[in-house]
């Protein structure tokens, strides 16, 4: 025996060795054993642990012949390094699937090491008819040709062949079928309608299959936010009451739209192979409002989706994919109650879509780390420009908070090549628009071309909503002259400083958000240049934008970040303000001029406390000085915007 074949010899007793280290704890003690790996009881059975421990004791004994004579039993110790690069790639795909991944990582390291130190040996210590190489596979295809055309002669070749090219041929068709065929879009007759259900075209990435869309917030009730409403309502997400009305626009697709609403605004359904939901840019730029808490809430399209709660939304899709209900068997029982899923369907929901759906999130989840060492974002908020620089550009994260208001997208026109976003970083509608797709996670490829320009086309002449409650118009006629004189500069569309940069020591609101967007991610933005995502005219600023204030009594809680709740708390001193108050109540305050924020708001709200990084309250001081007679009158104008 030459020294490579001994040292395969010793490698592979050091391997069965270590196996033996897994079997005998997992026999003898498998509760602890599972403890020290990080793995529940309700994930892994002790009766589980003992049968891989007893399974793996009958492998190892198949490895003793070819660990001892490589040389007589080729083939056996080939064996041992296909077993061990085979059980390397399970531990590969759980260590990227599984949340428990990083505890199996020293199993990888183990199997995979084992497998190529055993290979390497046989490799170079073996005669050379018993190396890998091509010739093996050609030696392979000659077998099986020589095979066929020995049975030629015979009808049970012949039959079986055909049945076989029969057979692979179906399925293949099935699978296309139920994984990748192409139905057309939904189309909706008004262009309202469109905004808030159809779709833009996201990756797969970012779809959720419907089925699963349907029922997870039963199946994991347990996750839901406290004190809000059931369902995928409880993130503030608005479920109009007949919509998407008409059932047989679902036709093409093939979808059987008898579950009564089924979505929420700012979702679409579309089918690609099986039907799936994806958002759209009207999930954070539609709100509600009540009059009163027992009013129906009125939808206000293109306006701030101040009770949307995208955070905490995105956590309990992570935190469904990390839980062991998480899998075929519960979910597919709790889909079988409400759809009829035909054998072949239930088996690639089985085998691809729920596994391929879980580690899809579970990849999210490992990419959005960052977001936890951020302060939470609540209700109607989130981190802009921090998942593009970290999760689509790969920057270093550099620590910053970014956390905005979602703002209002109504009356685009008037807002062509004024600089915007809270930043003022951008001044190229068509550039906001496309980032805002990327950011949803569009890409070049997937984005439906006139789907989103009908979008697009329906924002640049949406009008802000009137508001809705009585104005005094002896107080607002008087209000408008303040305004004029305080605020109109910076404010009203045509004036000279609408739309430019103020600088931060002169606004000086809080300055995380403008931190959070630095030059290195303008350099990133200005390389990307696949059309039609060009992002040539960012730019890095100092300061906050002299936003247009149209539909102004809609844009509250104010500021880019959301940390004043009214306009009369606008326009008292920081000091006076409130410093703590809670977001994500729909029930308007029309004296005051914001959402009610305390109270019945603490049910299911968000705790906004000014204290916080990146909620400081402080700036923007104009008007503050007014006797309080003026700043009222100023409000009731401010209401008619
Ligand atoms: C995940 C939530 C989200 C979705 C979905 C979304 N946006 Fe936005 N959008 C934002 C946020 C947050 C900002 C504010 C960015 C900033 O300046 O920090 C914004 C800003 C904008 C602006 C600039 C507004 C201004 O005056 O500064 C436009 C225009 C816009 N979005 C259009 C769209 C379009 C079109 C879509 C659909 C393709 C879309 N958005 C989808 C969150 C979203
Ligand atoms: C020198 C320019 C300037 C003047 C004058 C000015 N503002 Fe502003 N205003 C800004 C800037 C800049 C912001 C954005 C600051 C931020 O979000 O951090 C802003 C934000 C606002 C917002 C919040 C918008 C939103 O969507 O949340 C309101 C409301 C507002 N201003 C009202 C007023 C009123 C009322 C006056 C007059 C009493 C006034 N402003 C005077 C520059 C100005």
């Known amino acids: 025996m030459n020294t490579s074949l001994r040292w395969f010899r010793r490698i592979g007793f050091l391997g069965i060795a270590l196996n033996f280290s897994f079997i005998v704890p997992a026999l003898a003690m498998p509760d602890m054993y599972a403890t020290a790996l990080g793995l529940s009881s309700s994930v892994y059975s002790d009766l589980w642990l003992r049968n891989a421990g007893a399974l793996l004791l009958a492998l190892t004994l198949f490895y003793l012949p070819g660990t001892l004579h490589p040389g007589r039993w080729p083939w056996l110790a080939w064996m041992n390094v296909g077993s061990r690069l085979l059980s390397a790639g399970f531990w590969f795909w759980l260590v990227r699937t599984s949340p428990l991944g990083p505890n199996l990582k020293p199993m990888l390291a183990m199997d995979g090491s084992l497998g190529v130190l055993l290979g390497i040996c046989l490799q170079c210590g073996l005669p050379s008819e018993h190396r890998a190489s091509f010739a093996w596979f050609a030696r392979g295809f000659h077998a099986l040709g020589a095979g066929i055309r020995a049975g030629w002669g015979h009808p049970g070749t012949k039959v079986t062949l055909v049945a076989l090219i029969l057979a692979v041929g179906v399925l293949g068709y099935r699978t296309w079928y139920d994984l990748l065929k192409t139905y057309p879009e939904v189309a909706y007759a ?51 009451p007949q919509k998407p009305v008409a059932a047989d626009l679902y036709g093409p697709l093939g979808i059987k739209a008898t579950q009564g609403p089924i979505l929420p605004v700012g979702f679409a359904l579309r089918r690609i192979g099986f039907p799936s939901v994806e958002p759209n840019c009207a999930m954070c730029h539609t709100g509600t409002y009540r009059a009163a808490a027992e009013n ?118 008037a807002r062509e090549n004024l600089w915007l976003h809270w930043d003022g970083n951008n001044d190229q509608i068509t550039q906001r628009n496309y980032a805002a797709a990327m950011a949803v996670g569009a890409t070049p490829e997937s984005v439906l071309p006139a789907s989103f320009k009908r979008v697009t086309d329906y924002v640049l ?11 005094d118009a002896a107080k607002a006629d008087r209000g408008k002259v303040l305004y004029q004189q305080n605020c109109a500069e910076c404010h009203a569309f045509g004036e000279k400083k609408v739309g430019q940069v103020t600088d931060i020591s002169e606004i000086g609101t809080d300055r995380h958000r403008l931190d959070s967007f630095t030059q290195a991610l303008v350099d990133r933005f200005h390389t990307f240049t696949t059309a039609p995502f060009i992002f040539t005219a960012y730019r890095k600023t100092n300061g906050y934008s002299d936003v247009p204030i149209d539909g102004c009594w809609y844009r509250a809680p104010y500021l880019h970040h959301g940390a004043v709740p009214t306009l009369w708390d606008l326009l008292q001193p920081p000091a006076s303000r409130p410093a703590v108050f809670y977001t994500g109540y729909d029930v308007y305050d029309p004296v005051k001029a914001g959402f009610v924020h305390d109270g019945p708001a603490r049910t299911g709200g968000f705790r906004f406390d000014v204290a916080v990084a990146g909620n400081g309250n402080s700036g923007h001081t104009f008007g503050t000085t007014l006797p309080d007679a003026d700043k009222w009158d100023l409000i009731e104008y401010l209401k008619t915007l």
């Open 296 to 413: 129906d809430p009125v939808v206000v399209v293109g306006g701030p989706a101040h009770a949307l709660g995208l955070q905490a939304f995105q956590q309990f899709l992570f935190s469904c994919a990390a839980d062991p209900r998480f899998n075929s068997v519960t979910l597919l029982a709790a889909i079988g109650a409400k759809e009829k899923l035909g054998w072949y369907e239930k088996l690639l929901y089985r085998v691809i879509i729920i596994p391929a759906a879980r580690s899809g999130l579970l990849t999210q989840q490992a990419a959005f780390t960052w977001q936890q060492s951020r302060p939470p974002q609540g209700w109607g908020r989130t981190d802009t420009f921090n998942p593009t620089k970290i999760n689509v550009f790969h920057l270093p994260d550099d620590g910053t908070i970014g956390t905005t208001n979602l703002p209002a997208i109504w009356n685009q026109r």
């Open 190 to 240: 008004s262009d309202e309608d469109h905004f808030k259900y159809g779709a833009i075209g996201l990756s797969q990435d970012s779809r959720v299959p419907y089925y699963l869309w349907e029922i997870l917030p039963e199946v994991f009730k347990d996750k839901l936010p406290a004190g809000r409403p059931s369902g995928w309502a409880a993130f503030g997400l608005i479920q109009e």
């Open 461 to 471: 002449d949406l009008p802000p909503p009137k508001y809705p409650f009585d104005i």
